[in-house]
């Protein structure tokens, strides 16, 4: 990983002169965020995270006047060029050939994998995770409500997976009261996929690109309810009410001040019983590390409940329970009216994009214009749903969802396309002569996948010495940025990390695009510029693939 290579470099130098081991340095050395008003260094060291970690004497209580000391005491080397101090930090700049040279081989080598082989990640094992999210009522429309929950369960999913996690996910069908048995558990115990295929929710999840490993009801734990019930009762835990109610008192004290009703007075079971069974069920069965919930944050007292009295019960494993909230969308409304059902809000984002692209020059050069209209129509409902937090309400609007420019989705599937047209058209450059050496640059299989222009010709040596212009700088440092925003958004399980990246990653690929112009220049020139967008775009894939958008190569 380009990024942990020039952090590992820091913190040998650091950690002589701090005498502390570089391991326990390396969290605290963050790539810096590229600025459009100035030119930053590459990396920064905080001094306060350090003065935490640390008794060291050279560290005392004046942050900024031990930046300056601790700079003073470094020297440059190969790999750092320029050391400066700042407001508590220790900056770092590193040499701009090694930087283009080791960020671009890395990018095109490790392809999707870039940013998730990070040594940040060394430290977290690697579990199993059970995530349960989606959970329509099968007896009905899928309710635009379950939107959220679906595309936030699968970003979870995609991140966890891409990291190394052992991922099931499950959608859980509320179909209690309902004679849905069968397409819901019977689809596990019988393998009846043609009736579930036969639902218009499978057809729902495959326009979203959403794939579930089981789908189960809440009528498959009927009978287990009853059980947990006796459970209850036989550990002391169920209290019965005057009405007849059966109610587990959740309060410290054991006053009843907080207490969760799990048995209604003729003895049936409720919601929260059935999802009980369910969670011991699912734990008993695939011995999960995690087990998460994707839901709507008016449940947040239902999962509270639900986790203490599982806890309660003796299963320690509650503590690895998780939910993850969000909030609600408001003002989603078609041409027609308020928004409903989801196939409604699909319907309309497609329309509104086929609309959109035939009054767009570039429309005749799209294949199948109904197929992208779709994959950009979600990208824009995705990215809308994803910049703020998930357990913030927000106002939807078609008009700024729908924008070819700004912070949209629409913007990325418009730059990835680009730089795919751009990578593509340029494949058949060549050098034909240099002076200077070049550095040896080998390109694995996916990278030549898009020379289908001009022939099987390889691109081998690349003078990345070319890429000093400022913009192309800014492009460098943002990507050595990216596992760091991947691991931010692993420890709080919140897309909007990764979507601020894509989106800054995109303004700046397109500022490049436009100064560092590849038709025209001179052979090792184009061909430097060209890795640079093929790094870009590479990656931008990637993190579009996480938050559940499939990037498209046409608009």
């Known amino acids: ?9 820091i913190a040998s130098q650091l950690s002589k002169v701090l005498d502390l081991p570089p391991e326990n340095l390396i969290k605290s050395i963050s790539a810096v965020p590229v600025s459009k008003k100035r030119h930053v260094a590459d990396f920064q060291l905080s001094i306060a995270s350090v003065t935490e970690d640390s008794s060291t004497d050279c560290l005392a209580q004046d942050l900024h006047l031990q930046a300056q000391k601790l700079a003073e005491r470094l020297k440059c080397d190969a790999v750092v060029r320029e050391i400066s101090a700042g407001p508590g930090t220790v900056n770092f700049t590193i040499n701009r050939e090694l930087l283009a040279k080791t960020v671009l081989q890395q990018v095109l080598k490790d392809g999707s994998q870039y940013g998730v082989k990070s040594e940040l990640f060394s430290a977290v094992p690697r579990q199993k995770a059970v995530i349960e999210f989606s959970s329509p009522n099968i007896a009905k429309k899928f309710h635009v409500g379950h939107l959220r929950s679906t595309i936030v369960g699968n970003f979870i999913a995609n991140l966890k997976v891409a990291l190394g996690h052992e991922v099931i996910r499950i959608n859980y069908l509320g179909d209690w009261g309902m004679q849905f048995g069968l397409l819901g558990v019977g689809f596990q115990h019988f393998g009846n996929k043609e009736k579930l295929k036969s639902s218009p929710l499978q057809h729902l999840f ?9 789908y189960s009801g809440e009528s498959f734990y009927h009978e287990k309810s009853q059980e947990i019930l006796k459970t209850l009762e036989d ?44 969670a011991i069920d699912r734990m008993n069965k695939h011995s999960c590390d995690t087990m998460i919930y994707v839901t709507d944050k008016s449940q947040s007292n239902h999962f509270q409940h639900l986790f203490q009295i599982l806890k309660l019960m003796g299963y320690d494993w509650a503590e690895r329970c998780q939910h993850v909230s969000f909030g609600l969308v408001q003002g989603m409304k078609t041409r027609r009216g308020e928004v409903i059902f989801l196939e409604d809000v699909l319907n309309e984002v497609r329309s509104r994009m086929l609309q959109n692209m035939a009054s767009a020059k570039t429309t005749k050069e799209v294949e199948d214009p109904m197929e992208t209209a779709e994959k950009v129509g979600l990208a824009a409902l995705i990215i809308q749903d994803f ?14 969802a729908l924008q070819s420019r700004g912070d949209t989705g629409v913007f990325l599937q418009y730059t990835h396309a680009r730089l795919h047209r751009g990578v593509k058209f340029m494949m058949g450059i060549t050098e034909t002569s240099r002076k200077r050496k070049p550095i040896k640059m080998n390109f694995p299989p996916h990278f030549h996948s898009l020379e289908q222009m001009h022939g099987n010709e390889q691109l081998t040596d690349v003078n990345v010495a070319c890429l000093q212009e400022p913009d192309a700088i800014s492009v460098l440092q943002h990507l050595l940025r990216y ?3 991947l691991y931010r958004s692993s420890q709080d399980l919140q897309p909007k990390h990764i979507v601020s990246y894509l989106l800054t990653l995109s303004h700046l690929a397109a500022v490049a695009h436009k100064t560092l112009p590849v038709k025209g220049s001179a052979p090792e020139l184009a061909q430097a510029r060209l890795c640079l967008f093929q790094a870009a775009r590479l990656v931008l894939a990637s993190g579009m693939k996480l938050l559940g958008i499939t990037p498209v190569t046409q608009m």
């Open 1 to 9: 990983m380009a990024a942990c290579s020039f952090r590992r470099s």
């Open 206 to 214: 495959e326009r979203l690109g959403v794939h579930f490993d089981e």
């Open 235 to 278: 550990k002391g835990l169920l209290q019965k009410t005057i009405k007849g109610t059966g109610i587990v008192d959740l309060s410290e004290k054991k006053d009843l001040s907080s207490f969760s009703t799990v048995m209604r007075s003729d003895g049936t079971s409720l919601y929260i019983t059935r999802d009980l069974a369910a």
């Open 387 to 400: 910049r703020g937090l998930l357990s913030s309400d927000y106002q939807f609007s078609w008009d700024r």
């Open 483 to 485: 596992d760091e925003v």
